[in-house]
């Protein structure tokens, strides 16, 4: 039971790199998020997908860029990373359900931009 | 935009109860949850209440919404050491790609 797996779980940039972090779920879950975690700051949503070939913007989306191409995977892309995007990243997915409206969480990827 | 705050931090002794308050602003919100963090790993749902119920119990948990003032509590009773976690307050409306909402979240310690 995979669930939702991302990729890296830890990685160190400097200024100016670019990267891509990558979330698969093997629940055929419609929606797909990225969240990011910042103490005292809770789970704020960067983007969403709410299908295949579609993207959202959430709350803090500048400087982050997604694509959804196959429905089981999200990346999440950083044009020129950051030290304000020092951070834990959360992917999550859920049904398109109306019902519970539960989101599955992966383990989270920690990024550190020097 | 909608907003949802809870304290950041609860102490309790091992054997008490444990009540944490969240409130939010989204009078359209559907959903509300209480989703548990543990140390290096992700949340995970604990537990969910719809708008139009007041309360809701599965064992040891109790959620009490009280709709006309926005607040949503847990209480955790005869807390164990076990329960030592963060717990993030959620909430989500019918609209607008069906996004979560998070609250800060709480650090409940618990001493044994």
């Known amino acids: 039971n995979a669930g939702v797996t991302q990729t890296p779980k830890f990685r160190v940039l400097k200024t100016g790199q670019s990267m891509t972090l990558l979330c698969a779920q093997d629940?055929?879950?419609?929606?797909m998020y990225w969240y990011r975690q910042d103490p005292g700051m809770g789970l704020r949503l960067i983007h969403y997908?709410?299908?295949?070939?579609?993207?959202a913007k959430g709350e803090v989306p500048d400087g982050y860029n997604v694509s959804r191409l196959k429905k089981q995977n999200f990346l999440l892309g950083l044009e020129s990373a950051a030290p304000s995007q020092t951070s834990v990243y959360f992917c999550?997915?859920?049904?398109?359900?109306?019902?519970?409206?539960?989101?599955?969480f992966g383990e989270g990827s920690r990024l550190t931009v020097l | 935009g909608e907003d949802v705050e809870q304290s950041l931090f609860l102490s309790v002794r091992e054997g008490d109860s444990s009540v944490i308050n969240c409130t939010y602003t989204?009078?359209?919100?559907?959903?509300l949850y209480w989703y548990k963090q543990e140390p290096g790993a992700g949340l995970q749902l604990l537990t969910y209440?719809?708008?139009?119920?007041d309360m809701k119990q599965d064992q040891r948990l109790t959620v009490l919404l009280n709709k006309k003032d926005k607040h949503l509590s847990l209480r955790i009773a005869d807390t164990q050491t076990g329960d030592s976690a963060i717990y993030f307050c959620?909430?989500?409306?019918?609209?607008?790609?069906?996004?979560?909402?998070f609250g800060a979240g709480t650090r409940l310690f618990v001493k044994a």
């Open positions: 629940m055929n879950h419609e929606y």
């Open positions: 999550a997915s859920s049904y398109m359900d109306r019902y519970t409206g539960e989101l599955f």
């Open positions: 209440i719809f708008s139009n119920m």
């Open positions: 997908s709410v299908g295949e070939g579609t993207t």
């Open positions: 959620a909430e989500r409306g019918d609209t607008g790609g069906f996004k979560t909402i």
């Open positions: 989204d009078s359209s919100s559907t959903y």
